[in-house]
């Protein structure tokens, strides 16, 4: 009998990877993942909030800054691992 509540090995919980480090695909280190901008309607991811440390002046292409948050487009996340990865 399966379990429908437990995720399958390549599915992560949110609480998994809330605090995630964030780098982009050129080993380039953001912050952490802080929170998921997701669209009412659709229901879709629209961006990933990443916490960036206080004084660093971090961008990549597409992104936003709103105060320590750095918004990157969740169309640019390539690879969920030990490290979240986005393409830069």
Do not use: C
């Not at 909030?49 to 105060?67: D, F, T």
């Amino acid at each position: 009998m399966e379990n429908k509540n437990i995720p399958k090995k390549e599915e992560k919980l949110w609480s998994e990877v809330k605090g995630y480090q964030v780098a982009t695909n050129n080993a380039r280190i953001l912050g952490s993942l802080d929170e998921l901008v997701i669209n009412e309607k659709s229901g879709k991811i629209v961006d990933i909030a990443i916490k960036v440390e206080q004084g660093r002046n971090i961008h990549v292409k597409g992104s936003k800054r709103n105060g320590d948050l750095l918004l990157v487009p969740f169309a640019k996340v390539e690879k969920v691992g030990e490290f979240i990865i986005v393409t830069e």
